[in-house]
């Protein structure tokens, strides 16, 4: 192992943070999303830990497949639906659920002729303008459904919130009444929370949750890490320090010079950069942990390469370097990088050691 650079998955955090989501669900059954290669995590690793889902959500035909050859047989929902005609023979080979959301997608089920009753759910746009149908179309477009035989009966309608990690946005509010009053009367399921509508709107949790972020101890909520919120980090980011130098006062660190030693005093060198995904907008004084003690980095982040403040933490060349994950927030990191926690586990590259942890 030449850098020693690791993101550790802690599987028991993805296991608890999962009970914690049904804790909060009430009943409801919980849709675990698993799209972006598990948030960074590692598709096939997370759909394993989180077995005890109802249904895992992804947003591509491929992380079907892939969850199909890893041998995970749960319910799978492509979050985006067949992107062509020919994508639902292999919906149907690989017993995939799909999500269907504009009028080209319907009328494709109208011209196919296998006759194996293929599961969909149905996307309303309640107010997100992303992808889903009118509300105003939602009946016409059941009743359509309803005359295939080669769709399953047990549908379930579906929503997007889009300001629910706002707990004071009254667009939430509408988009549930847009939602309500748009499959009135209609049979089927219904899902419209996402994981900050799970923590704020009681009137979203309908009869599946479809939870992402928490379920890796992201928080959902500005100003909060997911420990604020009842959960735990899933993912450790950590490298080595490869060098310590002692830096006269005055000196510049790094690239275009943006940092000044205050005096003299040791400088680390990590063995991370923006080539493992560490950020490079993360500016000096983003947080890092050397056992168990807060400093910061100083510099600019190189593509292999970090640089670090070691005064007053008496660290050796080989010590591990925490970069975010437990006891350091990777919220806090976001915040320094001007960025969402989400963008940080999700860029992380494959030149990083993916190690797991059962505890």
């Known amino acids: 192992m030449s850098r020693a650079t690791l993101a550790t998955i802690h599987l028991g955090a993805l296991r608890r943070n999962l ?52 041998g995970i047989n749960k319910r799978v929902v492509v979050l985006s639906g067949p992107d062509e005609p020919a994508d639902l023979a292999e919906f149907r080979r690989l017993h995939l659920e799909a999500v269907i959301h504009h009028e080209a997608q319907l009328r494709w089920l109208e011209g196919d002729r296998d006759p194996r009753p293929l599961r969909v759910w149905l996307k309303i746009d309640s107010g997100m303008h992303r992808l889903g149908f009118d509300p105003s179309s939602v009946a016409s477009v059941g009743a359509r459904l309803r005359a295939l035989s080669n769709v399953h009966a047990d549908r379930v309608w579906m929503t997007h919130l889009a300001a629910s990690d706002e707990f004071d946005n009254p667009m939430t509010v509408a988009q549930i009444a847009c939602f309500e009053s748009a499959t009135a009367g209609l049979g089927g399921a219904r899902a419209l929370a996402n994981s900050a509508g799970l923590l704020a709107w009681p009137g979203a ?19 909060k890490c997911g420990g604020d919120l009842g959960f735990a980090a899933a993912m450790t980011l950590s490298a080595r320090l ?50 168990g003690r807060r400093t910061a980095i100083v510099g600019r982040v190189s593509m292999d390469l970090i640089t670090i403040d070691l005064r007053g933490i ?28 989400y963008d940080l586990t999700c860029g992380v590259t494959r030149r990083v050691l993916f190690v797991e942890d059962n505890e």
């Open 242 to 291: 490869i060098s310590i130098k002692t830096v006269r006062a005055g000196e510049t660190i790094g690239y275009a010079a943006t940092w000044r030693c205050p005096e003299d005093m040791p400088v680390g060198v990590a063995s991370i950069g923006y080539g493992d995904g560490y950020p490079r907008s993360a500016a000096s004084g983003t947080p890092v942990l050397i056992n």
């Open 205 to 223: 949790r309908g009869d599946w949750v479809r939870v992402g972020g928490l379920l890796y101890g992201l928080s959902v909520i500005e100003g």
């Open 19 to 70: 009970v914690r989501v049904r804790e909060l669900a009430r009943g409801a059954r919980v849709m675990a999303v698993v799209k972006a290669d598990g948030y960074g995590h590692g598709l096939e690793r997370v759909a394993r830990a989180l077995g005890d889902a109802g249904a895992f959500g992804v947003a591509a035909l491929g992380d079907g497949l892939r969850l199909r050859a890893a």
């Open 314 to 341: 008496g660290a050796q060349v080989g010590d591990r370097v925490v970069l975010w994950g437990q006891g350091l927030p990777v919220e806090e990191i976001a915040r320094h990088a001007t960025t969402i926690s």
